[in-house]
């Protein structure tokens, strides 16, 4: 397939790791910034291929994982008011404080789980006496759609519909990291799919403020291998910019209406992010206008309690701190089929990739 067989190709990948060989002569912490990424690396078995001297940190790539449980209980307390919630697949095993989404589904409530936040949108058309509210979840690249739903809810006069919103934007994440005391990233690989909306100028001044070379890259194995060839060849030779590894997608710009029908609809906010805490202006939140259509406005479940695993280091795998493996619980009381946290469950968890894959 077109842009697909190629960049898996034997022998490309051969090549890409052959020169990094090549050129790498210090140990370097490289941090991929998307689950897809990760996914991809340990499926492909990328982590052992590399040189000893590159060594890759998963950072907090998946938005499943990083929803605080605050929202999960939010989800789940409007199930047991009646209301229809509708889901992506990923969301529906990740535990709350007390219980899932599936298992508030067991326990008699209404889930229905979407392929787009626009089914949710009819469902409200086609039962008016129901509340029907979407789960909008995601990074940059999932906001269009989620955006969207709300402007097709309005025309079509619909009341009944609203979305619950977590959506995470990745430049906050990346420079939270940075920030952090115990920092140890050299460079980072960015998110090909959030650049295919956003652009790539957001990363600018991070490069600069930091010193840091990012590098987009798409999710392929030659793509992977290739942006970390360019990662390295920056931090050899002392270098610090941003790299379009992924140009058959992304564009400097990027997707122009996209990002105005987002920015229609939302704007710029604290977000809570799970196992981490709050990062300021690093999530998209509901302008007032638009309150009719914000769950967490239009129900009575802002001040539920929050609360974390006792268990889970989620927090310390999402920043790179730790592997997965270095869990004492990682494939024993945590596994898929008993998750303690989000990254066993979500199809871009770092723990879900090891254990399925590694």
Same mark, same amino acid.
């Given at each position: 397939?077109?842009?697909?067989?190629?960049?898996?190709?034997?022998?490309?990948?051969?090549?890409?790791?052959?020169?990094?060989?090549? $050129?790498?002569?210090?140990?370097?912490?490289?941090?991929?910034?998307?689950?897809?990424?990760?996914?991809?690396?340990?499926?492909?078995?990328?982590?052992?291929?590399?040189?000893?001297?590159?060594?890759?940190?998963?950072?907090?790539?998946?938005?499943?994982?990083?929803?605080?449980?605050?929202?999960?209980?939010?989800?789940?307390?409007?199930?047991?008011?009646?209301?229809?919630?509708?889901?992506?697949?990923?969301?529906?095993?990740?535990?709350?404080?007390?219980?899932?989404?599936?298992?508030?589904?067991?326990?008699?409530?209404?889930?229905?789980?979407?392929?787009?936040?626009?089914?949710?949108?009819?469902?409200?058309?086609?039962?008016?006496?129901?509340?029907?509210?979407?789960?909008?979840?995601?990074?940059?690249?999932?906001?269009?759609?989620?955006?969207?739903?709300?402007?097709?809810?309005?025309?079509?006069?619909?009341?009944?519909?609203?979305?619950?919103?977590?959506?995470?934007?990745?430049?906050?994440?990346?420079?939270? $990291?940075?920030?952090?005391?115990?920092?140890? $990233?050299?460079?980072?690989?960015?998110?090909?799919?959030?650049?295919?909306?956003?652009?790539?100028?957001?990363?600018?001044?991070?490069?600069?403020?930091?010193?840091?070379?990012?590098?987009?890259?798409?999710?392929?194995?030659?793509?992977?291998?290739?942006?970390?060839?360019?990662?390295?060849?920056?931090?050899?030779?002392?270098?610090?910019?941003?790299?379009?590894?992924?140009?058959?997608?992304?564009?400097?710009?990027?997707?122009?209406?996209?990002?105005?029908?987002?920015?229609?609809?939302?704007?710029?906010?604290?977000?809570?992010?799970?196992?981490?805490?709050?990062?300021?202006?690093?999530?998209?939140?509901?302008?007032?206008?638009?309150?009719?259509?914000?769950?967490?406005?239009?129900?009575?479940?802002?001040?539920?309690?929050?609360?974390?695993?006792?268990?889970?280091?989620?927090?310390?795998?999402?920043?790179?701190?730790?592997?997965?493996?270095?869990?004492?619980?990682?494939?024993?009381?945590?596994?898929?089929?008993?998750?303690?946290?989000?990254?066993?469950?979500?199809?871009?968890?770092?723990?879900?990739?090891?254990?399925?894959?590694?």
């Amino acid at each position: 397939m077109k842009f697909l067989s190629e960049y898996r190709n034997p022998e490309l990948v051969k090549f890409y790791l052959n020169e990094i060989e090549k $050129i790498v002569t210090k140990p370097w912490n490289i941090m991929e910034i998307c689950g897809g990424q990760t996914h991809s690396l340990v499926k492909n078995g990328l982590l052992e291929l590399l040189p000893d001297k590159v060594r890759m940190i998963h950072g907090p790539g998946c938005p499943v994982c990083v929803t605080p449980i605050s929202l999960i209980d939010k989800a789940v307390a409007l199930m047991e008011k009646g209301a229809v919630l509708c889901s992506f697949g990923d969301m529906v095993r990740v535990p709350g404080s007390k219980k899932s989404l599936l298992q508030a589904k067991a326990n008699g409530g209404d889930l229905r789980i979407l392929y787009s936040p626009l089914e949710a949108v009819q469902i409200a058309e086609k039962n008016p006496e129901k509340e029907v509210v979407f789960f909008a979840v995601g990074f940059e690249t999932t906001a269009p759609s989620n955006a969207l739903s709300v402007i097709h809810a309005q025309k079509l006069g619909l009341k009944n519909f609203s979305l619950l919103v977590s959506h995470v934007l990745v430049p906050p994440a990346m420079e939270a $990291i940075l920030d952090d005391e115990f920092c140890n $990233i050299d460079a980072f690989l960015g998110a090909g799919h959030v650049c295919t909306i956003m652009g790539t100028s957001e990363y600018f001044p991070l490069a600069e403020k930091y010193k840091i070379p990012i590098v987009i890259s798409g999710f392929e194995p030659a793509d992977l291998l290739q942006a970390i060839y360019h990662a390295v060849l920056q931090l050899e030779k002392g270098e610090h910019k941003v790299e379009n590894c992924y140009e058959r997608l992304v564009k400097d710009e990027g997707n122009i209406p996209a990002q105005k029908v987002v920015n229609e609809i939302f704007e710029i906010g604290t977000q809570e992010w799970r196992g981490i805490g709050e990062i300021p202006n690093s999530g998209l939140v509901m302008k007032e206008k638009y309150k009719d259509f914000d769950a967490s406005k239009k129900f009575d479940i802002e001040n539920l309690e929050k609360k974390e695993e006792n268990f889970c280091i989620a927090g310390e795998i999402l920043k790179g701190i730790k592997k997965p493996v270095e869990c004492p619980h990682f494939g024993k009381l945590c596994n898929p089929g008993n998750p303690l946290g989000a990254p066993m469950v979500s199809s871009e968890g770092a723990c879900a990739a090891y254990y399925h894959y590694s």
